[in-house]
């Protein structure tokens, strides 16, 4: 089992940038993919990127993709967030599932995770 904590949320401008962590606690942490979602008010929880176990393999949706970068190491998942947008406003949340393989889409929806953190608010400022 992993517990899960996002910190790095915040108020900024219409382009600036945000650094978000996921800090894992728990046991293997290495045995887990990632990924980090985002729900703003009133709206479903959206895919924002994912990451393999082993950090060599990572997925954006066309939203965010060139703007994000999301990587690891032994006990943190960040996303770095670049020329943020209005519309980048929400909460997120960083996610987890154990599995022995990356097999692609399946990952980009919320119920194939596992576990949760509690979210950090992104507020980007037009």
């Known amino acids: 089992q992993v517990q899960l904590a996002e910190s790095g949320g915040g108020l900024v401008q219409t382009g600036g940038s945000l650094k978000l962590s996921c800090r894992a606690s728990?046991?293997?942490?290495?045995?887990?993919?990632m990924g980090w979602f985002r729900q703003a008010p009133g709206k479903e929880r959206k895919f924002v990127a994912v990451i393999d176990k082993s950090g060599a393999i990572t997925y954006y949706p066309d939203s965010v993709k060139d703007r994000f970068t999301i990587s690891r190491d032994n006990a943190k998942m960040y996303l770095q967030m670049n020329s943020l947008k209005p519309e980048d406003t929400a909460v997120y949340y960083c996610a987890a599932v154990r599995s022995p393989v990356y097999s692609g889409s399946a990952y980009f929806k919320a119920r194939r995770y596992d576990y949760w953190g509690q979210g950090t608010q992104v507020t980007v400022s037009s």
């Open positions: 728990g046991r293997a942490f290495s045995n887990y993919i």
